[in-house]
């Protein structure tokens, strides 16, 4: 404490030891279509050779701050500031050693990215008291703030071999000659092979690779916010507040050698799926907060809240997983830009606090304070508008491999809402009869429009 300034500085420093022991439960064999099922007719198949735990992903996190609370006068307090944060880079999998994914692969247990050195946050915070009664408070406030890597991304990595994913989802094209005449001999003895001994793997299986761009930045978010409070009387006040936010180079994945539906192929068939961390996601929300509050007065005190905001994805930013699977078309990843998964654009809420005056009804009677005494009636109430949703089809209706992130088409005069005779019809399996071709089928009355496959 120096004069008007109050310095404040501090260190962190975190040491993680993530590892994971996990195998899945044996192939799994998946179909587009009922006739495919009928006919087995194999479109995809996941092969969970697991994660042996053999290596743990370490690493340590460094962070540093130093932060002054500067009171100007009387009615204005200035709060600048300055983060530092070092990031360890994760090391375990075997992963990309250039942007290319096509190139070269790193060995195991080897950085998976270069490290950043430049992670300096800078954030500022100013308080004025506009009329200098204390009754009417300007604040605003704007930040960055980098965020740790999460080796929850890098499970599903390559641990055995470089063609060896810990749960690739491959299509009959990705197998060599002596599997893909017949999956009979592709199994839990086949997959406890595989795990115990990588180099037994037949020649030609292609199942791919995943992980992160050595170039990718590290993750950061940038916040703002203004609010303007009032007191209206001495137990009661009003705020209005904006606030927003932007996260930028969040976690995101492409799959770089889909299948080529014309072909049935993929380009680089030796290969397989190829499954690249691009960390180029973004997210961002802007919303305006209004908050009333009564402070207690006549027994009574409540707090009422409204929130309209809207909050906006771009490359999946929202996903919880190493895949991507809300992307539709990773040659047009702008296309699915949209509002977050779950997003509430409305909310109201409130809460209450009513003392009961039944002072009156205990009189001097210590009994009767201590049982009729003290009673408050308290709640919280609320409403909302619903939560946004992607609607995808579950399936592969493009025919490149990937059954996530496909969605349906709006189809005119058919509505999309399920219920009723349109459950009905849906739920039953002539609708899935083979006797028109299913470039002229619309699936029951969902809107599931098949044109596209």
């Known amino acids: ?3 008007a300034h109050t310095v404040t500085a501090g260190m962190q420093f975190r040491k993680t030891d993530a590892r994971r022991v996990q195998f899945g439960q044996g192939v799994w064999y998946r179909y587009n279509s009922i006739n495919h099922l009928i006919q ?4 995809t198949l996941s092969l969970d050779f697991g994660n042996p735990g053999k290596n743990a992903i370490n690493f340590g996190t460094y ?3 130093v932060q002054d609370s500067w009171k100007v006068n009387r009615r204005l307090t200035i709060n600048p500031g300055l983060h530092y944060s070092y990031f360890q880079v994760l090391k375990g999998p075997i992963g990309f050693a250039t942007s290319n994914p096509f190139g070269q692969t790193t060995p195991l247990n080897t950085p998976l990215w270069k490290a950043n050195h430049l992670d300096f946050a800078p954030s500022l915070g100013i308080v004025y008291d506009v009329t200098g009664d204390s009754k009417t408070i300007l604040s605003a406030g ?3 703030y980098y965020g740790a890597p999460q080796p929850f991304y890098n499970f599903d990595s390559n641990w055995l071999a470089a063609n060896v994913p810990a749960f690739p989802n491959v299509s009959p094209s990705d197998l060599p000659p002596s599997l893909s005449t017949t999956f009979d001999n592709i199994n839990g003895s086949f997959l406890d092979m595989v795990r115990n001994d990588p180099s037994a793997a037949p020649q030609g299986l292609a199942g791919g690779i995943q992980g992160p761009d050595p170039n990718h930045h590290d993750e950061y978010s940038e916040q703002w916010n203004a609010s303007l409070e009032r007191q209206l009387s001495p137990s009661m006040m009003l705020r209005a507040s904006y606030a927003g936010n ?7 994945s492409t799959l770089e050698n ?8 993929r380009p680089y068939a030796n290969i397989g799926p190829v499954w690249l961390a691009t960390y180029s996601a973004r997210l961002w929300n802007n919303e305006l907060q209004l908050t009333f509050r009564k402070t207690t007065s006549h027994g009574l005190a409540f707090d009422v809240f409204y929130t309209y905001g809207k909050s906006m994805e771009y490359d999946s930013g929202d996903q919880n997983f190493s895949k991507d699977g809300t992307t539709q078309d990773f040659s047009n990843i702008a296309g699915s830009i949209g509002p977050k998964n779950g997003q509430v654009m409305h909310r109201l809420s409130a809460d209450y606090d009513y003392q009961i005056p039944t002072q009156r009804l205990t009189g001097n009677s210590f009994l009767a304070r201590g049982m009729l005494g003290n009673w408050s009636l308290e709640g919280i109430i609320g409403a909302s508008t619903g939560g946004s949703l992607n609607v995808v089809t579950g399936r592969d209706a493009v025919g490149n491999g990937r059954s996530g992130g496909q969605r349906p088409d709006a189809v005119p005069g058919i509505s999309p809402y399920l219920g009723g005779s349109n459950r009905l019809q849906y739920l039953n399996p002539a609708a899935f009869d083979t006797a028109t071709p299913l470039a002229e089928k619309t699936v029951g009355n969902l809107g599931y429009d098949t044109r596209s496959r």
Do not use: E, K, N, W
């Not at 932007?246 to 995101?252: A, D, P, T």
């Open 40 to 43: 087995d007719s194999v479109d």
């Open 142 to 144: 704007a930040g960055m």
């Open 246 to 252: 932007r996260v930028l180079h969040l976690y995101s």
């Open 258 to 265: 889909p299948i080529d539906p014309t072909t049935g192929v």
């Open 1 to 3: 404490v120096h004069g």
């Open 63 to 65: 962070d540093a701050y």
